[in-house]
């Protein structure tokens, strides 16, 4: 069941509530009602909100592990989102190009089934 986070509209808000429990199933939150104009950058500041109430306040995008960005996908996933990234070397990373990407469950976020 979908939740709209009971009349939430700011983006800390929406941050505070979701990352303040742990991860729920995908599609449980609705984002619609957010007050904001660019859905790229609200996600963005979701992430960067959400990996500082997680990881604390000195946390930057480009100093976000791959295990924080697996942990941070399943918060995502919960409102239907899917955090896509690369980093320029596995290995010794030093920088890393984030996007976001609409979560495709086997069931939509509106319930219907997908065959």
Known sequence: MNQNLFGETSVVAFV??????????????LIGTLQTTNKLQMLMNILILGARKMYGNDIEPSKITIKQL???????????????????????????NIWFEDYKPLVTCSGIKLY
């Open 70 to 96: 697996d942990h941070l996908q399943s918060y995502f996933k919960s409102f239907g989102y899917r955090i896509k990234y690369i980093y320029d070397d596995p290995l010794q990373p030093k920088k890393v």
């Open 16 to 29: 505070d509530k979701v990352f303040s429990c742990p991860p729920k199933e995908p599609c449980t939150y």
